[in-house]
């Protein structure tokens, strides 16, 4: 993830001679003696995100949401290795038909993305805007598309449109394009969600103000700094905010 890449060793907390590397794929070359889930030869890829594994949530398996959820590079199972231990219970079965770096992808990025998704999709109209077209945005349309959805990708980095254009992407807007439209139409119905995977203070607060009332703003781009949306914001169109995360 870019926020790694981008920290300091310092800013992130990590040991001196840690293994990094928190999306592994590959093929499991020896088992420990109570495992029994996978076999030598198997292609899996990881579930980054390590619970305690007996609370509530870890046999959920939102190991993510446990209180003693650490990533698995900081636990000490870093992936950027040939040969690493991992507890059975991360891997997950790679299908055939998907390369390891497909895994790779599919592991964080796009698990992140399709838990978006199905927080904001709802069984009425789905109109939906994603703001922010990086690999967390492209996927969020990809798949809600497959879920049926009308959606908009929104980012002011023209380059990112064109790209977005390139993969069959077919509805893309710059943000100034989707503010006009609701200032010339006010009583335009709106969207129903957006997911705002940027982190961007401005996307953050354009997330909610274009949807129609009842609509749902899901937050997934982190950011730091002051806070950028105010109740005044959803109370009155009653929108649901809603967290989501890998
Ligand atoms: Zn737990
Ligand atoms: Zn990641």
Redesign the pocket.
Known sequence: DLHFYRSTPTELGIRKGLVVGHEPSGIVRKTGSGATMFQIGDRVTVNHTL?????????QGE?V?????RGIAIAGYGGDTNLLAIPETTCIPLIDNLSFIDGTFVACTGATAYNAAKRVISNDENNIAIFGLGPVGLSCILILQKMGAYVVGIDPNSKRREFAASLGVTNVSDFDTIINLKKQSPNLSGFNGSIETSGSFFAQSVAIDILAPKGRAVYLGLSKGKPSISPEQFIHKQITIIGSKV
């Open positions: 619970g305690c594994g007996k609370c509530m949530y870890c046999f190991t949401l446990c209180a003693e959820n």
